[in-house]
């Protein structure tokens, strides 16, 4: 079973970082791991020349490391044990990469911003980079864990999901909806009637949903078998998990058409893109 023992969480000093901070809170008192680090990377650069003499005087790494502090002692209750680290480093991905080797980090818990609020490049390239399982986490997120949804397009990549939704299970006794979206052959449409092939396709996938299931050990999961129709595979499962009003979707890192380990599959960087309204667990 896939424990979660350390949990990073990256900082940047926006209003994302409370519900970061609250939400791990949450998380590490279901889950019960030893160690929370709190992150942080000071882009000294990024800073205006107009200031750069008054800052001079100033200890910035003590300043923003003591605000951190602060933070976590206010909205961290959980009874893991928390450490603030506070680094300046020109590239904050490869910083969250390295620590996350370094102390052997088993989830990394990032801020997912509407567009109008960043650009996500940082929190994409760390999707990439990293070995372990992501966590991202919308602002407005609800403190349950009572509906988790699980994606899979039946390959072994796949499994990973379910092995995630498992365990959380096991901590809070949530509901697992195991979820496969297809989509009709376009190329037999011109001669088949798309309407009169659905059933047969979805009594097939059914079929090689449940072997799935049974192949891998996978019990208690709700199936869930939805149409794509005009919307995209990661389209239509988001919007169909937020509309079941699931409290998190968890989703392998590559599908079953990869060829290259290096890439992340097509589907979960959709998602990962996307400004999800819940939370997205990415396992690695």
Known sequence: MKSIDKILVALDLTSTDDALIKYASFLAEKMKPSQVYFVHNIKKYEISELFQEQLKSLNLEEMISEELEEKVSKFFKAEASTKVLISEDAYTESLVSYIARKYTIDL????????????????????RMLKCDVLSLPENTSYKLENIWTGTDFSRESVKA??????????????????????????????????????????????????????????????????????????????????????????GDKGGNVFSSLLVGSVTDELFDRSLKIPLWVAK
């Open 108 to 127: 990394v818990m990032l801020g997912n911003k509407s567009k109008d609020k960043g650009t996500g490049v940082v929190s994409e390239k760390l999707m």
């Open 162 to 251: 379910f092995k995630v939704a498992e365990n959380i299970k096991d901590q809070t006794n949530a509901k697992i909806t195991a979820t496969h979206i297809y989509n009709v052959p376009v190329q037999f449409t011109p001669y088949l009637d798309k309407e009169e092939m659905v059933p047969k396709i979805e009594k097939h996938t059914r079929e090689k949903f449940e072997k799935f299931l049974k192949r891998n050990k996978i019990e208690n999961s709700e199936i869930r078998i939805i149409r794509g129709r005009d919307t995209s595979v990661a389209e239509r499962l988001s919007l169909e998990a937020e509309k079941a009003g699931s409290d998190l979707l968890v989703v």
